[in-house]
């Protein structure tokens, strides 16, 4: 949550700082904000509240000239979205501005100790607490940034990732992170900053991702230097990034989101390669391979995630339970951590996060692996915080997602969910070779029929425009299309604004059928499986109450079809990877719904992609 950008060379900051806004623009976007030093040498603070496009229009006749610079988009957590809560934070002395991401959870405390100083505060937010704080130290000491800023933060309890420029040193600036994700790029003679690595990848691929607590030094002409809260200084990780700048471009689609999923069919692929040997009759997870004895023996999986990621979880637990007979359950990583959870060793817990950040899932984490518990992280942002902190774990490869409603993510987390429990089954031996062999088959055709799902397009792009104006839809599963249905109404909900509930099929006859009338949609799961007969008596029961059936069919279905008002068929695979195709129709309802709505589909309001705060 909350995008930083910095930039410290030879280049011009502010389009560079700009341009990062725009790639972290998913992160948050209710205000935006940059702090320069001039050429001139003053310090030039810009803010406005709501997108980086507002922050170009009223800077446009501004002096935004200077080779130093930090800026940040803003998800509001202390103080409302506007201008004078905007970042960057000026402090008293005008001297020194800085950017947040994270919460000051003391910064009450620290508020009116400043103010018994005489410190006034001009916004509601824990950020200029923190800038308060950081120029009492400094003045009141008569010490330099770095000194001020160690002891600063030696005071402070909470997440944070910061930059904070001086005014009086255009050569310096000073960075820090605790539980928020930070990543320094190293250019020729010139330094980024950013929350992650997407606006770096287009001037350098050489990036240090720093580590909770460390402080690290930005200085024109001089390497980079990283030390701890003691001033020891630290040994640097320069890791190269693998990402290319197509994969966070638009590429001819209207939005980020359409573009994901029509992707999704590589991605598929992308997440497969080099795991999937279906000449040889075999799936190989290697980090499943390393640690089978601890796996195999584990007395239960516990799956903790939240979101999009949680219902991922929930087909994890009937295919890791289906194939590998080990029990499983899932949790909220946001209720697991304060529930005193019984977890300890033996205990494998497995984390699913496609940002590798989200601060309950980490939090999450963190307290499992003190009580004793093996954790395997299954994330897509490499290098991020939730795959550092765990024992072991399957990136899912799927690329760099920007949309803020998770698509492409949660098939590569089905798919390698999939392969966990195809892997797991092998070694411990409970999946009969000709089982397997039925399986991967289909699971190597998964992209050919996603391709094909993806046809289904224009007929949802059709049937999107009846629906534009419901005020409440339902969304029906069984079985592993439960999860699917409770994913669909929540992509529905996150970028159309309409409620929606999604629901296992039986348990609809004990509350929800009360809510169908001849006004309400029912977007019925129902391929061909084992549980097509209880589908069907689910689709009477709504067709009898004059509800109105979307139906999701295979193809060549001649019972549900008939009754539904609208159908969509796709094509049949087994019934454990069904999610991969089901899934689609339904994320391609919800955008043509959100777009014939005139949403912002990408940036959906109070929403953001990377949920750092708790
Ligand atoms: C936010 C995003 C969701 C995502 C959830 C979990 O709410 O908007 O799309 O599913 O966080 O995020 P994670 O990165 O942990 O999968």
Known sequence: MCGIVGYLGSRDAFPILIKGLKRLEYRGYDSAGVALISQTNHLNVYKVKGKVSGLEQVTEREDTSGTIGIAHTRWATHGEPSQVNAHPHVSASGQLALIHNGIIENYNVLKEKLEKKGYTFKSSTDTEVLVQLIDYIKESGKLDLLTAVRLALREVIGAYALAILDHNDPDQII???????????????????????????????????????????????????????????????VQTIELNLGQLEKGGYPHFMLKEIVE????????????????????????????????????????????TSWHAGLIGRQLIENYCRIPVQVEYASEFRYSNPVVGEGDVVIAISQSGETADTLAAVELARNRGAFIYGICNAVGSSIPRSTDTGSYIHVGPEIGVASTKAFTGQVTVL?????????????????????????????????????????????????????????????????????????????????????????EMKHGPIALIDTEMPVVVIATQNSLYEKLLSNVQEIKARKGRVIAIVSEGDDTISKIA??????????????????????QLMAYHIAVCKGKDVDQPRNLAKSVTVE
Do not use: W
């Open 418 to 506: 999939a392969m966990l429990a195809l892997t797991l089954a092998t070694v411990k031996g409970s999946i009969s070779e000709s089982e397997l062999k039925e399986i991967l088959e289909e699971f190597q055709a998964i992209p050919e029929k996603m391709k094909k799902a993806l046809e289904t397009n224009d007929q949802i792009a059709s049937l999107s425009k009846i629906f534009t104006y419901a005020r409440n839809f339902i969304y029906l599963g069984r079985g592993y299309n439960y999860p699917v249905a409770l994913e669909g109404a929540l992509k529905l909900k996150e970028i159309s604004y309409i409620h929606a509930e999604g629901y296992p099929a039986a």
């Open 264 to 307: 999704q069919p590589d991605c598929i692929q992308d997440c497969m390669r080099g795991r999937l040997h279906v000449e040889d009759n075999n799936v190989i997870l290697s980090a499943i391979i390393d640690h089978k004895e601890k796996l195999i023996h584990a007395k239960r999986f516990i799956i903790i995630a939240c979101g």
């Open 565 to 586: 008002d609208y159908c969509i068929e796709l094509p049949k695979t087994v019934e454990p990877l069904d999610p991969l195709l089901t899934t689609i129709p339904l």
């Open 175 to 237: 960075v820090a992170r605790k539980s928020s994700p930070l990543v320094i790029g190293i250019g020729e003679n010139e330094f980024f900053i950013a929350s992650d690595a997407t606006p770096i990848v287009e001037f350098t691929d050489k990036v240090v991702y720093l580590e909770d607590e460390d402080i690290a030094i930005l200085r024109r002409g001089e390497p980079l230097k990283v030390v701890d809260f003691s001033n020891v200084e630290l040994n640097l990780e």
